[in-house]
């Protein structure tokens, strides 16, 4: 099974490319997709991600270091144009791009560039990424075909334990302040009842959030949901407002804390926290 696979997925590779062989540097825009590239390339890459946690990736400036260290990425793997085009001006000539937002169905999002929060959507990228690198490593196109195997295997494991959520969850609907969990919700069958913050730099009215109370009230919204480090009164008098909890969930992660410290921590830490906000109780490997 295993060689069968193998060999379907990286029959246009086992062909040396001309490149030299050697330790691969990729650069990714943001943690949750270096993390994933970590998993697949394992030792036999170096990656890093441009964006630091809690920066805003749409306006970030990067520095002369980092700016060095893009110029020497042999891939850079993309979300979103949207969201990190502006990093290829960095990057030397030669060096490979992909654009993960070119194998996800977008349609009924419009450009929001936040598919990577949903592993349904993430399973055709891991595909892809594997098979760019046995292009630019051909010599350990093997290691790559067991690594991208072990890592769906996981993502398969965490599908279940969102689907157990979902079904504690049941019934209970959610409001978002920024529009990270669409992609997610509307995968794995939770109710967004609606998005305060329509998405980047536009800043909701006063007379929107109003509307949104209203609309709100007596209908078992159970949570509004903000991001980790967002400090808002607005969505807290939301909250207060229709009886709601405050809950904040991570979409971006962080490799200094040990429960968000990779893709699958991320999001095991989200299950536990919507489990809880619907009177569950944790939902762990």
């Known amino acids: 099974?295993?060689?069968?696979?193998f060999s379907a997925l990286f029959h246009s590779c086992t062909r040396k490319s001309g490149q030299e062989e050697g330790q691969l540097l990729i650069a990714t825009s943001l943690f949750p997709v270096q993390s994933i590239v970590a998993n697949l390339s394992g030792s036999q890459a170096e990656s890093f991600f441009?964006?630091?946690?809690?920066?805003?990736?749409?306006?970030?400036?990067?520095?002369?270091?980092?700016?060095r260290r893009l110029k020497k990425a042999k891939l850079f793997i993309s979300i979103h144009p949207e969201l990190d085009g502006w990093m290829k001006k960095y990057l030397a000539p030669e060096a490979a791009v992909?654009?993960?937002?070119?194998?996800?169905?977008?349609?009924?999002?419009?450009d929001n560039p936040h598919f990577w929060v949903s592993p349904h959507r993430l399973k055709p990228c891991t595909d892809t990424i594997a098979?760019?690198?046995?292009?630019?490593l051909p010599s350990r196109s093997q290691d790559f075909e067991m690594n991208r195997m072990l890592f769906l295997a996981r993502l398969d494991s965490l599908e279940q334990r969102i689907h157990a959520v979902s079904r504690i969850c049941s019934g209970a609907k959610f409001i978002q302040w920024h529009p990270a969990w669409d992609y997610f919700a509307s995968d794995y069958g939770f109710d967004l009842f609606g998005t305060i913050e329509k998405g980047h730099g536009k800043e909701p009215s006063v007379k929107d959030i109003e509307s949104l109370i209203r609309q709100a009230r007596g209908q078992d919204v159970r949570a509004v949901i903000v991001g980790?480090?967002?400090?808002?009164?607005?969505?807290?008098?939301?909250?207060?407002?229709?009886r709601a909890q405050l809950i904040r969930l991570d979409h971006i992660g962080d490799p200094g804390d040990p429960l968000r410290s990779g893709y699958i921590r991320m999001m095991d830490f989200n299950m536990d926290r919507l489990a809880r906000s619907c009177g569950g109780?944790?939902?762990?490997?």
């Open 50 to 67: 441009a964006v630091p946690v809690n920066a805003n990736p749409h306006a970030y400036e990067p520095s002369p270091s980092l700016v």
């Open 228 to 242: 980790m480090a967002m400090e808002n009164k607005a969505a807290f008098n939301i909250a207060l407002e229709i």
């Open 281 to 285: 109780r944790e939902v762990r490997p």
């Open 98 to 110: 992909l654009d993960l937002s070119g194998l996800v169905d977008l349609s009924g999002f419009g």
């Open 131 to 136: 098979k760019a690198l046995c292009r630019l």
């Open 1 to 5: 099974m295993v060689a069968a696979c």
